[in-house]
């Protein structure tokens, strides 16, 4: 496998460095996404509890026990309660604008890996064919067949090795946006049913 890979020539250095920091940046916010789906799972229910009986420092504490951009939009809510809903709804909204950029940390990077890794492993390809003619071209028709063999292989294995890196790059930039643009609707609603709470709440106390 080694030998392989060095066939693939010096076009392979960049390409398992994307490969690495691809790896690092997917296990990362997988775990990450997955902890906020987890705290997330019963936060409204737990909190629609305290909040419907007047315990809103209780309610604050719930917030702490949760990491996640909702459980930061609630507290931020519960802090402004005294305020309009207006004023409540800006509050959150500036909280949530805040959160937006943790969400999608590094996702820019997994995508531009996804893109080079492609165009990297091209640039192999080019680099072995420039050499395999240069060999046809220095020894004749036939050519050397070992040193031949070696530059064909650098272009096929540059290629091969680029689209193995680029490919789950793609797919998980995809499915990381989409979690991230469910996560902004999520936000969305729960600010909504947060208003609605604290309101219901002013009119019963």
Do not use: W
């Not at 009986?53 to 459980?71: L, N």
């Not at 240069?134 to 063999?149: E, F, I, K, R, W």
């Amino acid at each position: 496998m080694i030998a392989i890979l060095i066939s693939g020539g010096p076009a392979m250095i960049p390409i398992l460095l994307c490969a690495l920091i691809a790896t690092v940046i997917i296990i990362e916010r997988v775990r990450y996404f997955s902890s906020i789906k987890k705290g997330q799972r019963d936060l409204l229910p737990r909190l629609k509890s305290s909040l419907d009986k007047g315990h809103y420092d209780e309610a604050a504490a719930i917030c702490d026990t949760v990491e996640s951009p909702v459980s930061r939009l609630m507290k931020t809510g519960i802090a402004y309660r005294e305020y309009s809903e207006a004023a409540i709804k800006e509050a959150v909204m500036n909280q949530a604008n805040r959160e937006i950029p943790r969400l999608e940390r590094y996702l820019s990077t997994l995508g531009t890996i996804a893109n080079i890794a492609t165009l990297l492993g091209l640039l192999g390809t080019v680099t072995g064919n420039i050499q395999a003619f240069g060999v046809l071209g220095d020894m004749g028709t036939m050519g050397n067949p070992a040193v031949l063999a070696g530059a064909i292989a650098q272009a096929l294995v540059t290629t091969a090795t680029g689209l193995i890196v680029s490919i789950p790059a793609i797919i998980f930039y995809n499915y990381f946006i989409a979690e991230v643009n469910r996560m902004i609707t999520e936000m969305e609603s729960s600010v909504s049913d947060l208003v609605l709470l604290l309101a219901a709440g002013k009119r019963n106390s």
